[in-house]
């Protein structure tokens, strides 16, 4: 399993662009990154998905560079809302099972007014 | 929203007590998987199901079993309750193999177990 690296905590405010980095040294070759968002008491939810350049969807964009070694998570003009912790999984979904279901501890996002 | 439930949502019980936790889906999906999440650990997974009695073990499966006898159910048992599971237990579906699918996990809403 590729093993992720983010941040564990992040501060921004309403209004700005908020970028969260992934690092993911031993992605491999069938691997896509996704990226998913959790308020308190509830589980995570999907926000994007990505195998390499940039996706972009209504909620976020995602980059990856060439090398897909990193990947990062934008948001743009966050509001208060968007306060939740963010996680990193990288696995191929193909064949299913337990590949590119390992959360980790996240990066818990904080937006201030 | 993807048509998961779990049940109970909340519970209570004492060291060395069975318990079960029932996770029950609509949308047909191959895939179901149960983790857990503490506080400083992120969301691990404990088991999951690839199809009907199909399951394999997860990162933290010590001290759980599961069964999957139909699609649509999928149960966490612990089979005597410690301190140490106490937790708020998430079940996800997906279906990997679904045209233009992502992967994608959906997930319940979480069943919040306290043992004492």
């Known amino acids: 399993l590729a093993k992720t690296t983010q941040p564990i905590s992040m501060d921004s405010y309403e209004g700005q662009e908020v970028n969260i980095t992934c690092s993911h040294n031993?992605?491999?070759?069938?691997?896509?990154i996704t990226w998913y968002q959790q308020f308190p008491s509830q589980g995570p939810r999907f926000i994007i998905q990505g195998y390499k350049t940039k996706v972009t969807n209504e909620v976020a964009s995602l980059f990856i560079p060439a090398d897909r070694k990193s990947s990062t998570l934008s948001l743009p003009r966050v509001s208060l809302s968007d306060t939740a912790v963010y996680y990193c999984?990288?696995?191929?979904?193909?064949?299913?099972?337990?590949?590119?279901?390992?959360f980790g501890k996240g990066t818990h996002l904080i937006i201030q007014p | 929203d993807a048509g998961i439930t779990q049940s109970p949502r909340h519970k209570v019980t004492e060291t060395g007590t069975p318990v079960t936790l029932r996770c029950h889906q609509t949308?047909?999906?191959?895939?179901m998987y149960w983790y857990r999440q503490d506080p400083g650990h992120g969301l691990r997974l404990i088991h999951y199901s690839y199809g009907v009695k199909d399951t394999d073990k997860g990162e933290v499966s010590d001290g759980y079993s599961v069964s999957r006898s139909k699609t649509e159910d999928f149960l966490l048992t612990l089979e005597s309750a410690t301190s140490s599971q106490t937790s708020v237990y998430f079940c996800?579906?997906?279906?990997?193999?679904?045209?233009?699918?992502?992967?994608?996990?959906?997930f319940g809403e979480g069943s919040r177990l306290t043992v004492l």
């Open positions: 031993n992605i491999a070759t069938n691997d896509y």
């Open positions: 949308e047909n999906h191959r895939y």
């Open positions: 999984l990288v696995g191929a979904y193909s064949g299913g099972g337990a590949d590119g279901l390992t």
């Open positions: 996800a579906i997906s279906e990997p193999l679904a045209a233009a699918n992502t992967g994608e996990l959906f």
